[in-house]
């Protein structure tokens, strides 16, 4: 049985108000404005005030403006909570990830959080630290506090049956992030186009002269990781070519597994040739690869090609600068924001694939060299 832990939230507002507190007729304590008062102030009555607050369309233009000032000067904000809890949909979203240390979870999430504000929902952020088992934990976390709906980047490496048969059975609309959707009307899912870039990367490799490209990357149920490698094996077939498969390790998608591959690849102990050229399936993988290359006394642009996945400070400030299959991080946050607040609205679920890019620098461009 998994562990429960005290389950660690960061929580983004969005946009919805608190009620504005006033003060008491003897000034000992703070008092909430409430529509009373405003319908008050204005001299109206209580329901006529609530048509103009919730935009009623049959309400003429006087009343507005006669609402809307006596709120002002009251200095009432409406409690969006209570409203949305009367109409069952509580303004708040929920936002899974595996880990926030990783740069590409900290761009998606900031975008994703910025059209949901806009939107006028709260993102509530939990972090299962990559502990598959915690995912199911913090799923249930969220659900018990009501939120509209759920963004989920898997901490699991791979197949997770309890994750998709908790989905199911929350019902909540959810969105998958670089995970396949579930087959189920509620769950939409929001990809990149793994395949094409890694695709697109072999054969920039190839034209090169490299012909011993290694491929690190996660293990070969995981989604992403399975993509890549559809793309690499597409890449030299595309070319007439066969891959060595001997260079392709699928040991995890952190840093370790991206250290310990390489050290099975150039390493003294290695199994044959080293590769000429090596393709990193994310960019925790490309940090390990990086160490363990300058332990080895490997460099970069010079002795091997190097392709990373995901444009970070990393690969940009790395000398020489790192080739990258690109993607646009912010707009898969805006994308599947998007995506969630359309389920929610009743749509159905759908995948939408993003695309991909091979950003060529200088760390692919050199010949195959004997090591």
């Known amino acids: 049985m998994a562990s429960k832990r005290k389950p660690e939230t960061q929580s983004h507002a969005g946009g919805n108000g608190i009620t504005q507190p006033g003060t008491s007729w003897d000034g000992s304590a703070p008092r909430r404005i409430t529509i009373r008062d405003v319908a008050r102030q204005a001299g109206v009555a209580i329901s006529s005030v609530s048509r103009v607050l919730s935009n009623h369309p049959h309400v003429s233009d006087q009343l507005r403006v006669r609402v809307e000032m006596a709120a002002r000067e009251l200095g009432y904000r409406p409690n969006h909570v209570a409203h949305s809890l009367r109409r069952g949909n509580t303004l708040s979203a929920g936002f899974l990830v595996g880990t926030i240390s990783n740069p590409i979870i900290a761009d998606i999430s900031a975008s994703a959080s910025d059209v949901l ?7 509530l952020l939990v972090c299962s630290e990559n502990d598959p088992s915690a995912d199911v934990d913090y799923l249930h976390f969220l659900a018990q506090r009501r939120v509209s709906g759920l963004i989920v980047s898997s901490a699991a490496d791979g197949p997770d049956d309890r994750l998709r048969a908790l989905l199911d059975e929350l019902g909540l609309p959810a969105v998958m992030l670089d995970r396949r959707r579930l087959p189920v009307p509620h769950v939409s899912a929001v990809v990149s186009d793994h395949q094409q870039g890694v695709q697109a990367a072999v054969a920039h490799l190839l034209a090169q002269g490299h012909r011993r490209i290694a491929l690190v990357g996660g293990q070969e149920h995981f989604d992403p990781a399975a ?6 094996l597409r890449g030299f077939e595309t070319a ?3 891959p060595d498969l001997t260079l392709v390790r699928s040991l995890g998608m952190g840093r370790g597994a991206g250290y310990t591959a390489a050290q099975q690849l150039f390493g003294p102990d290695r199994q044959g040739p080293p590769p000429t050229a090596l393709i990193a399936g994310g960019n925790l993988l490309l940090a390990g690869v990086l160490q363990a290359l300058k332990e080895l006394r490997i460099t970069v642009g010079r002795d091997i090609a190097l392709v990373g996945c995901d444009d970070t400070d990393l690969t940009r400030l790395h000398s020489p600068p790192i080739t990258v299959i690109a993607r646009d991080l912010a707009q898969m946050g805006r994308v599947a924001a998007q995506a969630l607040l359309d389920l929610i609205d009743h749509q159905t679920g759908k995948t939408l694939v993003l695309p991909t ?4 620098r200088e760390s692919s461009l050199c010949a195959p060299k004997v090591l």
């Open 357 to 360: 890019q091979l950003e060529v």
């Open 117 to 123: 504000a806009s939107n006028g929902y709260a993102t």
């Open 240 to 242: 007439g070519l066969a």
């Open 227 to 232: 993509a890549r490698l559809s793309g690499y």
